[in-house]
């Protein structure tokens, strides 16, 4: 049943309210404008902060400019260069690298924690749930520190345990061997608690019947998880393993304070990841057009990398 | 009566002139003086009513602050337009970006024809680091002469003497230390510790005119005998390597000190109060120095790693800060004054002979007299060049000692890879 207004009242309440005075009025003129005035301080922000950065970096690209003085016009010079710098190439390799481990190791990791913080027989959910979910709110510098004195050589407790099964010492942060896996080792501890909280959100929506339906049908657990669980956190998966993507693409903060500013690279750039190495050559040497082609090359990767991950999920969720 | 009071009237309206006249004739100036280490504003504060009374007609206003690389904290706000502070604390890693685009000459005064013929009474390796284009820019805040540092009981023990050659070190590597798991020195990967063994050794990486001569048929033998022997070192555990950050911080290097499993370093003065002592408190009276082991084929007694120098910003304010400058840095009262306050060992030759300098005994050195040890070696410093591509030359070589620690890479091969990738920069101009 609708209520409708008598026309006059409606006409009342809907006419412009005309100033006198040219003051800015709460009538029809005022209220076109408001949605716009309360929407606006977002997109001033985007604007400021993000679509003029980027178009300029994307400019800027073009130039050579350390910030004083008038930009030189570089044509594709920096793309050239680029092109021939093997700290570039050795950087890309070393975050592909980020970015399988993530993806294949920390995200399935993942999932299998969400699994058992999701069982029915697990004691003290809440506590294990936020116990995973700790590293997260932990400071990275102070995890770095203790993450470098668990890596230490000479004196640390992982060696130390190694050495005490009968196993050589590993030089965790001095080997270009095994640096990636040193901050991966960071990595998983840091981040495998967020994902699971997503994959937890993901598996406590799935309704029991269907699980109780499969068990009648005689399913076992590995069919109730390839043929319940998994197509029912398609978009989950989906949503994880995107922003899992982007992020292990845009890692910096964990190798730069697991190497220090010393070597933030580690041992020969081993550990060395794009975005770091174009922080060095931004902030460091004060490269900005050089930086901004690695910024746009890093943009573009990304890009294209999501583009085939939607269309290999999708294809998946088909 | 009214003739003598109105002459009192006069009297004192003319005083009250005279006196608003005077205050009037105050000059207000502030100073601004920017840095990244404390020890440096306390000096200057420590001698500031000194300095207030040299100048009755100013009154000063001072804006004194503590940023972490201010260096690159100052050239970030250029690129913005900001003003940058009358005096900055310019440390010489950070002297290359600003020869750059010739941002030192452009925005700071050339202080060499302030300094004069001052400049033969000071260690010259400490002018050249702040040098462009054969001009100095800053005057620097220490000697940083290196000197080993030893744990004596060790040697006693094992009954061998300090060594006073790197060669006599390798072999007591070989055949009394590293046998027992005790190593002799420091290896870490930064290319300013290569560059300390380097320059001791005779070797330039540019010269006066800023020219790459690393790869040069001088210079490319010198930098693969050093490379070598840190690879031999290495290798026998004579050096102890460290990696990054755990070279400054971090448990490693101060664990090894007191397990005794690392029982010597050589390092600049400045190591003793940033990080031998405050790691190791308890090991006070434990440690001794001695100046550094040389290289028989040649080069200097010591060798240098680091150091501050103060410039002096153009601007209206920097006729006084010049002369605030050469007030607190130059002359050998001041030296040490400051040397005698913060520690900072004199880059003058007279001061080096003070008796407050070479006479200093320390207590954590079991009452050594280390100002003598750092005297002898004053005129021992080396002179080297900064160029605008120092820090892809130091990056080229940092990123590749740890390949030359594990043999992974030969010395030739690594020196090669550093002459190849800052001739690479040389060419493109970054």
């Known amino acids: 049943m609708s209520v409708s207004q008598p026309a006059s009242q409606a006409e009342s309440v809907q006419a412009p309210v005309q100033p006198s005075d040219g003051r800015l009025s709460t009538g029809a003129g005022g209220a076109r404008f408001a949605p716009y005035m309360f929407i606006s301080p977002f997109f001033i922000i985007f604007f400021l902060f993000f679509l003029f950065p980027t178009a300029f970096a994307l400019v800027l690209g073009f130039f050579n400019w350390r910030g004083l003085g008038q930009p030189e016009f570089f044509e594709l010079r920096n793309y050239e260069r680029l092109m021939r710098d093997p700290i570039f190439f050795q950087a890309v390799q070393n975050t592909v690298f980020y970015t399988g481990f993530s993806l294949f190791i920390i995200m399935p990791l993942a999932l299998l924690e969400a699994m058992a913080l999701n069982a029915k027989i697990l004691w003290f959910k809440t506590l294990w749930r936020i116990l995973y979910f700790a590293p997260i709110v932990t400071s990275t510098v102070a995890v770095a520190i203790v993450f470098r004195m668990l890596y230490n050589r000479e004196f640390g407790l992982i060696n130390e345990f190694l050495m005490s099964i009968g196993l050589t010492p590993v030089d965790w942060l001095g080997d270009p061997n095994a640096v990636k896996f040193a901050v991966m080792g960071l990595v998983v501890w840091r ?16 309704p029991d019947t269907l699980y109780e339906a499969a068990s009648i049908d005689g399913a076992n657990g590995i069919q109730r998880f390839f043929y319940i669980t998994i197509p029912s956190l398609r978009p989950v998966i989906l949503f994880v393993s995107v922003i899992v993507m982007i992020g292990a693409l845009q890692i910096f903060d964990d190798p730069q304070v697991l190497f220090g500013s010393g070597s933030p690279g580690g041992p020969a750039n081993a550990g060395l990841s794009i975005v770091q190495y174009l922080y060095s050559r931004g902030i460091g040497d004060l490269l900005y057009g050089y930086a901004s082609a690695v910024g746009l090359l890093l943009f573009i990767g990304i890009f294209v990398l999501s583009l085939v991950q939607f269309r290999l999920l999708r294809g998946f969720e088909d | 009566m009214k003739k003598g009071l109105l002459l009192l009237v006069l009297v004192f309206a003319v005083s009250l002139m005279g006196l608003t006249t005077f205050v009037s004739a105050q000059e207000e100036v502030t100073l601004s003086a920017w840095t990244h280490d404390q020890l440096y504003i306390d000096y200057f504060n420590s001698r500031i009513d000194e300095w207030e009374a040299m100048h009755p007609d100013i009154t000063f ?12 904290r100052v050239l970030e706000g250029l690129a913005a337009g900001e003003e940058v502070p009358d005096l900055l604390g310019l440390e010489q890693g950070g002297f290359p970006n600003y020869m750059k685009d010739g941002v030192i000459a452009n925005y700071f005064v050339d202080l060499t024809d302030l300094i004069g013929d001052r400049y033969d009474d000071y260690a010259e390796g400490r002018w050249t680091i702040y040098s462009y284009e054969g001009r100095v820019y800053a005057i620097e805040s220490s ?5 080993y540092y030893y744990q004596p ?7 061998v003497e300090v060594p006073e050659s790197w060669e006599e070190m390798l072999e007591l590597g070989e055949t009394v230390f590293g046998p027992e798991g005790v190593s002799l020195n420091v290896a870490t990967n930064s290319g300013n510790w290569f560059q300390m063994l380097f320059n001791q050794r005779g070797g330039d990486v540019f010269d006066e005119s800023g020219t790459f001569v690393f790869g040069d048929e001088t210079n490319r033998p010198l930098a693969i005998e050093v490379a070598d022997y840190i690879q031999r070192a290495v290798a026998n555990g004579t050096f102890f390597v460290v990696l990054g950050d755990d070279h400054w911080s971090g448990v490693t290097i101060p664990t090894a000190y007191r397990e005794g499993r690392l029982i010597g370093h050589m390092m600049p003065d400045w190591w003793s109060s940033c990080c031998l002592k405050p790691n190791v408190e308890e090991m006070a009276g434990e440690w001794r120095i001695a100046p550094p082991p ?13 150091g501050t120098g103060w410039a002096v910003a153009k601007g209206e304010d920097q006729e006084i800060a010049w002369e605030f400058l050469e007030f607190m840095y130059l002359g050998a009262e001041s030296q040490v004054q400051r040397f005698e306050l913060i520690n900072m060992f004199p880059t003058n030759f007279e001061a080096m002979e003070d008796p407050r300098v070479s006479e200093l005994i320390d207590a954590f050195y079991g009452g050594q007299e280390i100002g003598s040890v750092y005297a002898s070696l004053g005129r021992g410093v080396p002179v080297w060049y900064q160029s605008p591509f120092r820090s892809n030359w130091s990056t080229a070589i940092g990123d590749n000692l740890p390949l030359l620690f594990d043999g992974s890479m030969t010395p030739e091969a690594f020196v090669d890879q550093a002459i190849s990738i800052t001739q690479d920069a040389i060419d493109f101009g970054f």
């Open chain 1, 191 to 206: 981040w495998t608690g967020l994902l699971a909280v997503y994959f937890l959100a993901g598996l406590q929506s799935i």
């Open chain 2, 61 to 72: 206003t001072y804006d004194f602050q503590i940023i972490p690389e201010v260096w690159d």
């Open chain 2, 143 to 147: 000697l940083t002469a290196s000197v």
């Open chain 2, 153 to 159: 009981a060790v040697f006693e023990e094992y009954g």
């Open chain 2, 294 to 306: 040389t290289w028989e084929g040649g080069g200097y007694s010591t060798t240098v790693w680091g």
